[in-house]
């Protein structure tokens, strides 16, 4: 991963001299030269984010098989807002409509995300908790040990997962 530009410049919104902007360059086996810019303004809130890269606009099914608690903490998940993530063997699914922000995270903090949405869950149906609690603490243990499949699917090909060692992952194209 390499950082192209990161600094703080005029917000294309407002106008404001606050707008955080990062680009990041990914160098990837599957999917060329991925493009990664993000930027967040401290005065009007305005967010960018976007991702861009040769593969796009293909329906695409990325398969991501962690060995391992390194693969999880250093591998990294791309989710466009067309993007669904989820897990067979986990039992959750993360829809495009629901938290349909894009974001780019480790696989570790997107996990931790999940643990996030079961608590509240917790909360909302407490006759539930039981359940979720086992549901908690699978993903935990997954978290420290790997051996799980995490699939993202994307109409336009957008959300990628950037392995941390590039056997864990397999690339499917749907059209
Ligand atoms: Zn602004």
Redesign the pocket.
Known sequence: MSVIYSGEVR?P??G?P??RYVQLLYETPYFGNVLIESGY?S??G?RLFDVDYAETGRPTRVLFKPRDGLDVAKSFIVRSKTGTIYSPDLGFTLEPGSHGEPFITTVEGFLYKVIDYAERLKVLEPESAGQVDKFIQTVQRKIDEGGFTLVVEDPLGKSVIIPYREDTVTVEHLD
């Open positions: 917000c919104v407002c404001a606050t707008f303004c005065t009007c305005y």
